[in-house]
């Protein structure tokens, strides 16, 4: 058998904690850490290209190994700067190789969820083509002239924004709608549901965390230094090593309720002590991360998914042990708020009365945020290609349904509304059903993040950052495959 074929139809070999688990999230986070002094978004390509390579090759026969590699890359803090996400380099490289076998392993819903999509992009692009050609102009408070751009595709198609849209393509279309779901097909062919529960904690949940504090910690602040008398509160950006953390409220919150709810799952699920022992320590982090970041949507769309992990949970737990996890996490939450700091419970206080106060200020910037986007969108129904800043409006839509809308189409946007229901169905009445506690531990984990990323969708930009938007769905995925009874035919 040769390298190409032990690739495609791998033989199996076994998997311990240390070589499938351990190893992989070790080398993973040294690349992520030597991205920190790298800093430069090209070399960091040919490092993720040059990875992906070695590492498809080397654990042909450890898909798990293999699996938790590359989503340990999709926490690399270069992500958001490179033109591809590391991770992704792992997937278009197997799914080359695998071809029609990788194909065929893609779960229904991602064929024709991304039939759907291509098909919206496509129509947008001939739209735009056969349009009027016309030139573009942005109406900014800052200038006195409107100003030309060419980042889209509404002046016709042209070379000029080919690479800009190419690169959205592949991150931000084929990442979601075929390569992530990829990667995370292989895990079907693990058998040991303990281990795949660890892989999720260390491999998807722990080195996000890791990376947070570390900014928080040794970072440098670049925005808003002036408050590090209060603990460096709304503080958005870190500087560590040659890269920028970004922290702010509209990015990171709905990774880090994307973090909290992953974590509860696991922490309260009746599995091995101490991998619920390390979820909790994730979960603490991850609470106080969201907390002092003041992101009142995230909180609350971290709350409805711990809730419906926890109707999913009576189902398998007893109603003493029901009950017990109630009051535990109550009395957790109302520990954790009278040991934080004064002026963190004054910030937070302060979010919530903006958000959800009489006035209703914040609540009115996003529905005007949305109403110009809805207007714009009825314009230009077709799509005018990607751009998370919509440029004539002068403002981001803070919806990433009506930003997929925009950038490709209706269809597109309904589309990305109907995948994750899609998921979130099947984890809720499918994947839960399994025997297993493990995987139904990982059932719960992907029900929660889904309903993160649902409710969120609607008010934040994850796609404002691809280190997020990527940890994101790779949760998801490995939630849903590790969750699924593994098949007892050979998958690629």
Not at 79 to 102: D, G, H, K, V
Not at 324 to 353: C, D, H, K, N
Request: glycine residues 8%; contains cysteine; proline residues 6%.
């Amino acid at each position: 058998m040769n390298q190409l074929d032990e690739v495609l139809d791998p033989p199996r070999a076994p998997e311990g904690l240390f070589s499938g688990v351990m190893l992989p999230v070790f080398l993973g986070m040294g690349i992520n850490l030597a991205s920190l002094a790298i800093g430069a978004p090209y070399q960091m390509a040919v490092v993720g290209l040059a990875a992906a390579v070695i590492a498809t090759f080397a654990w042909s026969e450890r898909p798990l190994a293999w699996v938790l590699f590359v989503a340990v890359l999709a926490a690399n803090p270069a992500n958001p700067t490179t033109p591809i996400a590391l991770n992704l380099y792992s997937a278009l490289l197997f799914f080359m190789l695998a071809r029609s076998e990788a194909w065929r392993g893609v779960p229904r819903l991602v064929q024709f969820a991304l039939g759907f999509v291509l098909l919206s992009m496509a129509v947008s692009i001939l739209v735009s083509y056969s349009a009027h050609r016309t030139v573009p102009t942005i109406s900014s408070t800052d200038v006195d002239l409107p100003r030309v751009y060419s980042t889209t595709w509404t002046g016709g198609v042209s070379a000029d924004i080919f690479p800009t849209q190419l690169i959205a393509i592949l991150n931000y279309l084929l990442g979601p709608f075929l390569l992530i779901p990829l990667i995370f097909t292989r895990l079907r062919r693990d058998l040991d549901p303990e281990l795949l529960v660890k892989g999720l904690v260390f491999g998807l949940l722990l080195p996000t965390i890791l990376l947070f504090l570390l900014a928080r910690i040794a970072g440098r602040p670049t925005i808003d230094a002036n408050v590090q008398s209060q603990d460096l509160l709304n503080v958005s950006t870190f500087r560590l090593g040659k890269l920028d953390i970004q922290m702010i409220r509209t990015q990171s919150g709905i990774i880090l309720a994307s973090l909290v709810c992953g974590s509860f799952a696991i922490a309260i699920s009746p599995i091995a002590r101490w991998t619920r022992i390390a979820a909790t320590g994730c979960l603490a982090a991850s609470v106080y991360l969201m907390l002092i970041t003041g992101s009142v949507g995230s909180s609350l769309a971290s709350l409805a998914g711990m809730i419906l992990i926890l109707v999913m949970g009576k189902r398998r737990f007893s109603i003493r042990r029901y009950f017990l996890l109630l009051l535990l996490g109550t009395g957790l939450a109302f520990t954790a708020w009278s040991v934080m700091p004064a002026a963190i419970q004054q910030y937070a206080v302060s979010r919530y009365e903006v958000r959800m106060g009489a006035s209703g200020s914040a609540v009115g910037d996003r529905a005007w945020r949305w109403k110009k986007a809805f207007n714009y969108l009825t314009d230009h129904p077709a799509g005018v290609g990607w751009s998370i800043y919509i440029e004539p409006l002068g403002t981001y839509p803070h919806n990433d349904y009506l930003t997929y809308a925009i950038a490709y189409g209706v269809l597109c946007g309904l589309i990305y509304l109907l995948y994750p229901s899609g998921l979130l169905f099947s984890f809720v009445f499918l994947n839960s059903k399994v025997a297993d506690p493990s995987r139904f531990a990982l059932a719960l984990a992907g029900a929660g993040v889904t309903t993160v990323l649902l409710i969120n969708s609607m008010s934040d930009h994850m796609t404002a950052n691809r280190w997020y938007f990527n940890v994101i769905w790779s949760l998801i995925w490995y939630a849903f495959a590790a969750s699924r009874t593994p098949r007892t035919h050979p998958v690629p």
